[in-house]
RNA sequence: GGUCCGGUGGCAGAGUGGUGAUGUAGCGGACUGCAAAUCCGCGUAUGUGGGUUCGAUUCCCGCCCGGACCUCCA
């Protein structure tokens, strides 16, 4: 196989890709909300759509990778009121944050990082065009959108409208004509950040920024949006509603690519259930590669299910594929990774990826070279082995501290004295948190535990 | 309640209508002063009951179990 071949979640299926543009592919993440720290579960999503950014740079010249901040929100809202300070202020920290923590896990940056607050303009138009051709409806200073001019409306989450206005478990706002009808804008209090529009001074619905900004950057039609599953409905749902009203004809995104959820002791990560975990907390028990690579261990439309076990399972791969480097350090070519690409291109098939590093870390331990080539360059195709085996290996050790202790066991070995070297080898695993490990003639190594 | 998805060895996790990858853990061996690493070898799995088929883990149906979504959610 050499085409890409992506589950789409418009059509339940598997589809060979075909871009709109081979020229130029274009492809929409939702991103972050900036009111916190980034969790695992939005590690993941955005370590899968990374790895399909760097697949896509492979097959196309030109590749233009939005994704959004969302520095439009009411929890943003609530924090800066508690806190008493601007909505910048609030999201300043948690787009930093954002930024160092993907960027510890070695994903690459978006080449247009749009945010809400920067879109006005286009949410407003958007707006304007919907109200014009009766897709939306102004009520008590909202906008709403009214799910009953679409009659596509509900289709891509394979939901019925009917079964939308049974199932509303929520408060019916008087001002909906229906139940199902979502906010397009809505009236800020003074108190509250807004902006001016033609209804009023407010702000615009989460969904309806999607829009605008996937619209700015990317047009009225482009190749991939990618998000959780969660976010199938309703924000998808809502987006496309808009997007397709609001430009008849479109069809906005063409592929639709959603990673399942991150579980913990097999439930969704969430705050209520305790089980939640930020990036940032994982990233201080686990270099960033290690969490990067767990999170390809399972495919991305199954759950994972994250552990402390599997952070152990995950560095040991690690630790094995970076002592096969170790052993080529010339085997710096660029050579074909069939078996990877293959499974990589077979909807970003990344546990099969994985099945073939090892087979090329097997071929390396047993001195072939090529070997080490392949398998560093199928690890730069998923964003892994950016360390040296040095840095990887020992990176952060204090040798200073050491030293002196290594010099006395190498003479105890010398001396035979075996009781005083194990017990130098203890010292250095305990306190030192160094493991040493002999080699033949009298050499040794070491590496962090 | 409605919609959808899944149940593979101790654990993690792919694939497949025809004797079930890969990893990790475990066990035995080689190597080592002992370890570690590496190498060789071993073992254990397709939730359950039917159906279709020459043959099903794979397709269909029931059941059991788990999870997601049903307007905060990656």
Redesign the pocket.
Known sequence: MTQLMLYNTRT?AKELFVPLDAENVRAYL?G??VYDRA????A??VVIFDILIRLLRRLYPRVTYVRNITDI?D?INERAAARGVTIEEVTEGPVRWYHEDMGALYTLPPDIEPRATEHLPEIIEIIERLIANGHAYEAEGHVLFS?ASDPAYGKF???STD???A????D?AAYKR?????VLWKPSSPDLPGWDSPWGRGRPG?HIECSAMSWKHLGENFDIHG?????????HE?EIAQSCCAFPGSNFANVWVH?????VN?????KSLGNFFTLNEVLDKAPGEAIRFLLM???YR????F?E??I??AR??L??FY?AIQQHPGADREVAVMLVFD?LL??L?T??A??AL??Y??LA??GNAAGAAALKTAGKLLGLFNMTPEEWFRGGIDQGAIEGLIAQRVLA?IAKD??E??RI?DVLLKEHGV??????GGAYEIRKA
Request: include cysteine.
């Open positions: 339940r939702c972050p909300t969790h695992l579960g939005n993941r999503n929100d929890r799910v989450s394979g939901r079964e939308l206005i199932g509303a478990r929520v019916v229906d139940a199902g009808d979502f989460w998000g959780g599953d969660d976010l199938i409905f309703p924000h809502n990673n399942r959820m991150l579980l097999g439930e969704k990560m969430s261990r399972s495919h199954s759950t994972l299910d552990s076990a599997g152990k399972e040991a791969e630790d094995r002592r499974a077979d909807d098939n546990p099969a994985i099945a090892h087979k870390a097997d331990l047993a070995r075996f009781a070297s194990d080898r493991i040493i490990e002999d080699k033949p």
